[in-house]
């Protein structure tokens, strides 16, 4: 009875210091920096941690054998998500989500961005830029964009003219656009945007002249380098604030998106300086031993040097990046979240790129390094998705109240403060998406639904097909399962699935589709 009433009494102790710390961080007067750092097709066990002790357990499969010691750093003194998903594995819908905190149906993308489609952010509704810079922070974007509508506004040279009329009328790119000054731009105050593909010939805008030698806002400039390193040292000229680029009474928000390492995978867009020290034939002889999985195409893998190349490269400018903070004295207050966009099948099942349901295009990295504010060294199983950023994000910076009705997101700041919450309850699956398809992504199981064909506006379609994945015994997921194998299973999976489409007012759930199969809510 003793032992009980003192177990009663620590918890009730850990408790209030909990809360106080909670408190205190909300009052806090000087609010904590953001850093939210996010790679294009990033695969969630694309670094070097993933190998060692204190993480290895964690793993479902194999990690990767590539080299992070950057990442690697900060994921040893962060926290560690280690079921992160994207629930729409494709770059627009992804940033949508993480940028709104809202699923497609609401901010607008339900598809990639680019010439010849309408989806576009909306922007009427707020973004994490635009909460930011209304709470008092000012607010930076560097890199890849790619959330809104491509239109013909840009002359015969590519600068913006914001008109289809002469000298307008010319489109800038297939996928991805500028982003101008006003509503599209949500409250970024510092812009500096590389638009295209092209790893080493960005097409890149910027609202500081001094950066594009000396060009206005929306004028094209061809740097002809690598994105990740120009990026980076732009960056850390903001940082440095020599040309008041800042207010630096102000903490600042900064989001960087770094194109690598998404595709092209070659030569041209390759550090390959990277990809001589650690990957060649002359470092590594046979492509069996970067792609360790057993689901993979082995003629198409020869790309994951490239890949991992590239991989390393991002990871030395993010390294330059933190370096800079550090000796600012402000990295232990800034709250630095490294996370993706989506995975990267990287040859499994024969596949490249992304735009599917498997976990390895569905699983993205996420860690939180904040030293003055989270303990470090930790890893947590809850399953985290991409409109959970937003919510948790601002709340961990002290701006709850911040927080919009509008977001669908959850905000598990509590659950890293380690207050408990009757009112929270971790979910149990994530709802997961193609624009044909949707199913749950849980710790155990990933179910999916897919339609004959894109439809998410048509009523009637057939599916083509429902099973199920077991993620722990088959991890790689080489065996689909027929949802009447496992009954009891299937039917939970189904009920938080129908749930889930209501919640976020899914087309699916409107045109109550498949409703033999999906079980609604009554």
Sequence with gaps: ????????????????????????????????????????????????????????????????????????????????????????????????????????????????CRTGRTESLKDDIPTITDLFFQAGYNTAYFGKCHWLKNDPLFDANGNYVGTINSPGGQFLNTYDTYVPPGKSRHHIEYFYQSVKDDHFSPMVFSSDPNTINGKNDGELHLPKAFTPKIESEKIIQYLKNDKAQRDSNKPFFIMWSINPPHNPWDEKNTDMEMFHKYYDETKVSNINSLVIRENVNLEMANYARYYYANVTSIDRYIGMV????????????????????????????????????????????????????????KATDVLFSVPDVLPTTMALAGLRQHIPGTVQGIDFSKKLFGIENDLFKEPEGVLIMLNNSRGIHSKNYTLCLSEKKSSRDKKNVELLDVYLYDNI????????????????????????????????????????KHKDIIIYPS
């Design 322 to 377: 933190l370096d800079e903070l550090e000796k600012m004295g402000v990295l232990d207050n800034t709250i630095v979240i490294l996370s993706s966009d989506h995975g990267e099948m990287l040859a499994s099942h024969g596949k490249e790129g992304k735009n599917t349901l498997e976990t390895e295009a569905l699983a993205v990295p996420f860690i939180i390094h904040w030293p003055k504010g989270l303990e470090g060294g």
């Design 1 to 112: 009875m003793l032992k009980h009433r003192l177990g009663l009494i620590l918890i009730i102790v850990l408790q209030f210091f909990n809360c106080y710390s909670f408190q205190k961080i909300e009052s806090l007067e000087v609010k904590p920096n953001v850093l939210i750092i996010y790679p294009d097709q990033l695969r969630r066990y694309s670094a070097g941690f993933w190998s060692e002790s204190q993480y290895i357990n964690d793993v479902v499969g194999k990690p990767d054998p590539v080299l992070t010691p950057n990442i690697d750093k900060i994921a040893k003194k962060g926290v560690v998500f280690t079921n992160a998903i994207s629930n729409f594995p494709l770059c627009s819908p992804a940033r949508g989500m993480l940028l709104s905190g809202m699923y497609p149906e609401q901010n607008g993308i339900w598809n990639n």
């Design 473 to 512: 015994k088959d991890p790689y997921q080489l065996k689909k399962i027929p949802i009447e194998d496992i009954p009891e299973v299937a039917n939970k999976l189904l009920r938080i699935l129908g749930k889930e489409l209501k919640r976020t007012n899914d087309p699916w759930y409107n045109k109550a």
